[in-house]
């Protein structure tokens, strides 16, 4: 499928979707409590077919956070980039690891270093740093006196 | 975080396996729940390495934040820095010479040799077999010369800028490689002899660890160690970048999914690798080596993804720029992270021995995982 084909396919399905221009691959802004549907319909819809989830990550835009999500179907060899903004107070989504396998992990790092809350998470531990931790350190405000990661 | 050795309520056996351990390459611990000799659970606990490379990234400039990725996975230091240069010349629209491109292809399959190369005699030294890591290192070692004479560095290279290469090729360059060519042509059939063949090898891995296709994508698993299920997922191929289109070479695909097709992928990587080394090394256009950019880069506003194949996977680098001259936010989509999730499927029902026969086929780097 082609971008175009791409964007009226997936705003057939979830018409609240709203595109966003500029980017090399369709991109979609999703709220995050139609994130759950959205991500059935990618991954298992024949002609979508987004079985790998090759990006998991977030941006913190100071005012909000922003999940980004890079799709691509091995089959179709097309991609796809879903975001959801998210609040910093409680930033809240669900955890699509059931979908695809890969997100446990990246979840999880993405857990430890923005705080996001992944909703029914197999197993939502910190990974990368220790259990004691405080803060999250790829927030922007984040500061450390003693480790120095700003240079 | 450390779980104490013991017993759970079950009666399984908890055991830790590093992070100082030689069979986990690098800093890796893995805590493994075990019912007698089978493994019911492994949990890895990353971090010992982090050096938050991320963070780091956001104050440094788009021509400073390409020499720590030399450092995430130092096997594949060159490829790392090929993605990093394409993704600043993506967002500034720099063409970059035709010899350039030409010279950054030969340095990736350069590294892409050498980094098969060792990871063929660290995994028969799992194994138990010391020989082949001397073999290894011999014909890395000529790798390395090159690279040094080039580069000036054996192992962090930092040759790839935005616009081209830091500096032309050594006068001795091509010579060389076509020496290493032959050298390579002379001895892989020694490789073959000495592990391929080996019946005790052969024993040890194969029908071991098998991944199937739709769980090696499910995992984000991806390089060779995917396409050993039957995944086409070289991005060379498939997204071709940086002058690949115009090369003749072949997507090694297995079917199997063990840890023995794991092993064949590798070895047969290194001679398509050589491969397109023979197409390129008499062809290298005469001209500029690095294109004219300017002394500050500033990235327009906007996100921009690049994927290379690496010698383990896909490494995906997502900037998101603000128009200033730090990337606001920088992620490296790293292959042994995702390789590594695998881990605990592909393992589950294994001997606890054969653990190290299928994290070794894996080919993890552990700096690579913690960035």
């Known amino acids: ?151 | 975080m450390i779980e104490e050795i013991g017993t759970t309520e079950q009666g399984d056996l908890i055991i830790n396996v590093g992070p100082q351990h030689p069979a986990t390459h690098g800093v890796l611990h893995l805590v493994i729940t075990l019912n007698g000799e089978t493994i019911k659970k492994i949990e890895p606990h990353l971090g010992y390495i982090h050096r938050s490379i991320e963070k780091m990234c956001e104050s440094l400039t788009y021509r400073q934040f390409i020499y720590t990725t030399s450092r995430m996975d130092y096997l594949s230091s060159h490829i790392n820095n090929h993605a990093c240069a394409m993704v600043v010349e993506k967002g500034l629209q720099i063409e970059v010479p035709p010899r350039a491109l030409v010279i950054r292809i030969m340095m990736d399959e350069l590294t892409r040799i050498a980094s098969h190369v060792l990871w063929w005699g660290a995994m028969a030294m799992d194994l138990g077999g010391m020989t082949p890591y001397f073999h290894a290192f011999r014909e890395r070692e000529l790798i390395n010369d090159i690279m040094e004479e080039t580069c000036g560095a054996r192992l962090t290279m930092n040759y790839q800028v935005p616009g081209g290469v830091m500096a032309d090729i050594h006068p001795n360059f091509q010579r060389r490689v076509k020496e290493i060519i032959k050298q390579l042509y002379k001895k892989l059939p020694e490789y073959d002899e000495l592990v391929t063949g080996n019946v005790i090898f052969k024993a040890r891995t194969q029908g071991i660890g098998y991944l199937s296709k739709e769980d090696a994508v499910s995992y984000g698993v991806s390089g060779p160690s995917a396409r050993a299920s039957g995944v086409e997922c070289d991005i060379r191929k498939h997204y071709p970048y940086g002058g690949y289109e115009n090369l003749n070479f072949k997507e090694v695909l297995h079917t199997e999914g063990d840890t023995y097709s794991r092993y064949l992928v590798r070895m047969i990587e290194i001679r398509e690798s050589i491969s397109i080394l023979e197409q390129l090394v008499d062809n290298i256009p005469e001209g500029d080596f690095q294109a004219k950019t300017k002394a500050v880069l500033k990235l327009p506003k906007g996100e921009f993804y690049t994927r290379v194949e690496t010698a383990r996977g896909e490494l995906g680098v997502f900037i998101v720029s603000e128009g200033g001259t730090t990337p606001y936010r920088i992620k490296f989509r790293s292959p042994g992270f995702s390789n590594l999730s695998a881990l605990d499927h592909m393992t589950r029902g294994q001997k606890i021995g054969d653990m190290v026969a299928i994290m070794g086929s894996l080919d993890l780097v552990i700096p690579d995982i913690d960035r």
């Open chain 1, 1 to 151: 499928m082609n971008n175009e084909e791409l964007i009226t396919q997936l705003t057939t399905i979830q018409p609240n979707l709203l595109p966003e221009t500029g980017g090399e691959w369709p991109n979609f802004f999703v709220e995050a409590a139609d994130w759950p549907k959205l991500a059935q319909a990618l991954r298992f819809k024949d002609d979508l077919f987004f079985d790998y989830l090759f990006c998991l990550t977030c941006i913190d835009w100071k005012t909000h956070l922003t999940m980004v999500y890079h799709l691509s179907s091995t089959r179709h060899r097309h991609n796809i980039v879903i975001k959801s903004k998210l609040n910093r107070e409680t930033p809240e989504i669900e955890a699509v690891s059931d979908i695809w396998r890969t997100a446990e992990f990246h979840e999880r790092e993405v857990y430890e270093l923005f705080g996001v809350n992944f909703l029914n998470h197999p197993d939502l531990r910190k990974l990368i740093l220790p259990d004691d931790w405080v803060g999250y350190p790829l927030r922007k405000d984040y500061e450390d006196p003693i480790n120095m990661i700003k240079l």
